[in-house]
Every structure is written in structure tokens, then in C-alpha cells.
């Protein structure tokens, strides 16, 4: 089975700033990479799929980019309403599997 | 609009089985399939398995393997998950979601259920 593993696990950001969270597959994923982010007490949204299109509503200050087994995912300048749990997510193959998570904080 | 809207929590005894159903409303059921993941207390999330509305062909996490069944009812346009042999260790929230891989499963998702907490507890 793939393996995901996200750096860091937590992140402390001011407002403006600009933040890049990575992901690492266990094996070439080629570009199935997709990310998510999660707030307290709601399911995961999807923000970025195909390592690196804009899903429909999301603001473009978030992007994304990689391929084979390094990627990342960068908030160019984030907003109050960023601050959350961001997870990667691989498609490449089944069984699909999530990174730990990392943790946007103030 | 599309929406996934799930059955409400569960509390269950260890051994005992949990099913979940997640009405889906706002696209054509049989278009896509639906993925099943859990999320323990703390823990990201983890995928469970998929099922094809069309073809009712599933795949199956290795994890939950021999414990999961998953169905549809496509006149409801409802999907099921069925999970036994329930220990504490499958206390999570389950999440249905739709999964935009409709002939291989595994993802993106772009749309989720709210969530079902199952809790196993003697």
C-alpha cells in the first residue's frame, strides 16, 4: 500500500503570511494527488485535485504543485478562514490513502 | 445542489454490526460511485472502500476487509455501509462521500456526508 506522509504537522502562521505545506508518497503517484482541508466539526473539503486544479470555489490564493512522489501546497497569503487541518490524498491506486495532517494554526 | 446527507449516530456494543445509509439528492446517482471513510477522535482520515452505483462493483479496503459490505439502492439513490465485528477501535465518524474515480474508486471526493459518530462501547 502507498504511504502519505505530510510535513510539518503543525504550522503557526500570522494573517498575510505565506505558508507551503509538503507531502510525500511512499511511491510514484504520478500527478492522482489531491488535498483537503478539514475544520473542527465538518468533513474534509476538497481544494485541489490532479496535484493541482483549483476545485470550483476556492480562492486562487491556494496552489498546488509536484508530481511523482513530492508535492506541495501553498496558501500565498492566508486568510482567517485558513486556519485548519490540511490533508493530501493519493489516487493513484487502491487502497486511497490520507497523509496525518497538518494543522494550520495562528 | 448536490448533497449527501447521512443516518444519524450510532451507539454500539463490542461484536455488535453498524450500518449506515447516506441519501444522495443533486446529480445522477448512477454517474458516480461513493467511497466510505472513517476518522477516529484526532486521526486523519482513512478510506475504507468504494461501490459503483452502476455497476455495483466495489472495492474493498485491505483493512477492513471480510468486515465491510457496501450496497446502494439506486431508486432511493442511497448508498450503505455495513461494518461488523465492531470493537473500540472503530469508534470514529463515518463519512460517505462522492468519489469522482467512477470506474476505479479511491478519489478525489468533492462532496461529503456530514458525518455519522459511531461509537462502540460495552
Known amino acids: 500500500d502507498i504511504q502519505m506522509t505530510q510535513s510539518p504537522t503543525s504550522l503557526s502562521a500570522f494573517v498575510g503570511a505565506r505558508v507551503t505545506i509538503t507531502c510525500r508518497a511512499s511511491q510514484s503517484i504520478s500527478q492522482f494527488l489531491n488535498w483537503y482541508q478539514q475544520r473542527p466539526g465538518e468533513a474534509p473539503k476538497l481544494l485541489i485535485y490532479g496535484t493541482s486544479n483549483l476545485q470550483s470555489g476556492v480562492p486562487s490564493r491556494f496552489r498546488a504543485s509536484g508530481s511523482g512522489t513530492d508535492f506541495t501546497l501553498t496558501i500565498s497569503t492566508v486568510q482567517s478562514e485558513d486556519f485548519a487541518t490540511y490533508y493530501c490524498q493519493q489516487s493513484y491506486t487502491t487502497p486511497a490513502a490520507f497523509g496525518q495532517g497538518t494543522k494550520l494554526e495562528i | 445542489q448536490v448533497q449527501l446527507e447521512q443516518s444519524g449516530g450510532e451507539l454500539k456494543k463490542p461484536g455488535a454490526s453498524v450500518k449506515v445509509s447516506c441519501k444522495t439528492s443533486?446529480?445522477?446517482?448512477?454517474?458516480?460511485?461513493i467511497s466510505w471513510v472513517r476518522q477516529a477522535p484526532g486521526q486523519g482520515p482513512v478510506w475504507m472502500g468504494w461501490i459503483s452505483a452502476f455497476h455495483s462493483k466495489t472495492k474493498t479496503s485491505p483493512s477492513f476487509q471480510g468486515r465491510l459490505s457496501m450496497t446502494t439502492d439506486i431508486p432511493a439513490t442511497t448508498a450503505y455501509m455495513e461494518l461488523t465485528g465492531l470493537t473500540a477501535d472503530d469508534t470514529a465518524i463515518y463519512f460517505c462521500?462522492?468519489?469522482?474515480?467512477?470506474?476505479?474508486?479511491?478519489?478525489?471526493?468533492?462532496?461529503w456526508g456530514q458525518g455519522t459518530p459511531v461509537t462502540v462501547s460495552s
Open positions: 462521500a462522492r468519489d469522482l474515480a467512477a470506474d476505479t474508486g479511491g478519489g478525489p471526493f468533492d462532496y
Open positions: 443533486g446529480f445522477t446517482f448512477t454517474t458516480y460511485g
